[in-house]
């Protein structure tokens, strides 16, 4: 079955610490894998993509296939980072979202 | 250029009706997705259209159903509302695979929100 789990639907961290904010997917094939992000107030958005191999806004995505993840990670958040993330599967002509993550980032 | 355009953007049906939403693509997007996001089930997976034709679709029933025209707009209808219909509903357009450049890279709507009386 096609699945993408996202175990944590509230992460707390104060500003400066590390991120990180889990995704594992279950996909048999080789996967297109995304981070989407929902800022308060705000659409749906793309933060980034496995295949571009970038980082955005300071965070990096790593796909690793044997452990089937592509955690979220970035050194040192930012209150401007609190924010709704959803990692997302492209399999056949359809996309399988995870249940999100909240990520709140203290002061 | 126009962001993806959905309309109404609220809307309150009662149990029994129909509802009709729209969304309008980014110009040259030619795949349009639906989705239905709720806070507790994220956002699951509607239909897919591309050149008019419907890909695939998702684990709903038969009173949800969509359409793509010609120019890409696309529609959306759910038939016998039910209470658990309530929820935002959301379109995205994107280019197709074979376009390298921002292949497959969803443009989401703002949604339109509908809640079942």
């Known amino acids: 079955a096609q699945r993408v789990t996202q175990p944590e639907k509230l992460l707390s961290v104060f500003k400066g610490a590390p991120v990180e904010l889990k995704c594992n997917y279950s996909?048999?094939?080789?996967?297109?894998l995304f981070w989407y992000v929902q800022y308060s107030r705000q659409r749906l958005q793309l933060l980034l993509r496995?295949?571009s191999r970038e980082s955005i806004k300071g965070f990096t995505a790593d796909l690793n296939k044997g452990e089937t993840s592509f955690h979220l990670k970035k050194p040192f958040a930012q209150e401007e980072d609190s924010a709704m993330y959803y990692c997302?599967?492209?399999?056949?002509?359809?996309?399988?979202f995870g249940t999100g993550t909240r990520l709140k980032v203290l002061a | 250029k126009a962001g993806v355009t959905q309309t109404p953007r609220y809307l309150i049906k009662t149990r029994g009706q129909q509802v009709t939403l729209s969304c309008s693509p980014i110009?040259?997007?030619?795949?349009v997705s639906w989705y239905q996001q709720t806070p507790g089930q994220g956002l699951q997976f509607l239909f897919e259209?591309?050149?008019?034709?419907?890909?695939n679709k998702g684990n709903f029933p038969g009173r949800f159903s969509g359409r793509q025209f010609s120019n890409s707009r696309s529609e959306m209808n759910v038939s016998t509302l039910e209470l658990g219909d309530s929820a935002l509903y959301l379109c995205?357009?994107?280019?197709?695979?074979?376009?390298?450049?921002?292949?497959?890279?969803?443009?989401f709507g703002a949604g339109s929100r509908l809640t079942v009386l």
């Open positions: 995205a357009s994107s280019f197709p695979a074979g376009i390298l450049v921002g292949a497959n890279v969803l443009t």
């Open positions: 996909y048999s094939g080789s996967p297109e």
């Open positions: 496995h295949i």
């Open positions: 997302a599967l492209r399999g056949t002509y359809k996309y399988i």
């Open positions: 110009s040259g997007h030619r795949s």
């Open positions: 259209y591309f050149s008019e034709t419907q890909r």
